[in-house]
């Protein structure tokens, strides 16, 4: 089963409501888990303890890039043959997951990224629609990468490209450097379609247009200072 080969690697951060639903829902599927909580102050630690026995700490807080990377290292060094990436606010669906997974267990792809626009997105908020297309626009300027849906955070990757992606952008930023590491990679990618559940609690979760500016600012002193 391609479930047991893969790893999943939940960054948490004040996700104390959402967190034990959520990976109670991911292990029906995939038994192994990886949590990691950056530095949360809410009681997500102790609700990551109850959740899975993969439960990893930041002690202050690092942003999502470091707690996907700490988490990617966990699993790899258990060998794991594919990471997957989840979030922690319920907006992913575990069934997307396993096509993802199914996709690069396959041999179709080393990476398989998630594409909320190739199927039914009239579920995505007017204004969360301007900013993503906003960022794929962006992203074709500057990574030369024509995805379709830059900033969804479920993907599924081989151990090949687990190992030779490494994130160094601790914050949101990691998102945009994944698009930068996958179009110098040379490794071959799909985009599959999934949906996202938009629930009151995951919009609040998501990123305004001021936090959007305050991503491509750290991407780009990234990109210099790199």
Not at 75 to 101: K, M, P, S, W, Y
Not at 177 to 185: Q, R, V
Request: net charge neutral; charged share 20%; proline share 2%.
């Amino acid at each position: 089963m391609v479930a047991e080969g893969t790893w999943v690697v939940v960054p948490v951060y004040n996700e104390a409501t959402a967190i034990g639903g959520v990976v109670a829902e991911l292990r029906r599927t995939f038994p192994n888990v990886v949590c990691v909580d950056d530095g949360s102050t809410d009681g997500s630690w102790k609700a990551v303890l109850s959740a899975t026995p993969h439960a990893l700490r930041h002690m202050v807080n690092r942003g999502q890039g470091a707690a996907i990377q700490t988490g990617t290292d966990y699993a790899l060094r258990r060998g794991a043959q594919r990471i997957a990436h989840f979030d922690a606010d319920g907006q992913h669906r575990v069934e997307d997951l396993v096509t993802l997974t199914e996709a690069v267990a396959s041999g179709t792809c080393d990476i398989a990224l998630g594409d909320r626009f190739s199927g039914d997105a009239a579920a995505v908020p007017a204004a969360r629609r301007a900013l993503l297309r906003a960022a794929v626009a962006f992203h074709r300027l500057t990574s030369g990468i024509a995805l379709n849906d830059v900033h969804n955070g479920l993907r599924v990757l081989s151990r090949r490209a687990a190992e030779r992606i490494e994130i160094t952008a601790d914050r949101m930023a990691h998102a945009s450097e994944i698009i930068d590491l996958i179009a110098e990679s040379g490794l071959v990618y799909r985009e599959l379609p999934v949906r996202i559940r938009y629930t009151d609690y995951s919009r609040a979760k998501g990123q305004s247009w001021a936090g959007g500016f305050r991503i491509i600012f750290h991407y780009l002193v990234g990109r210099i200072l790199g």
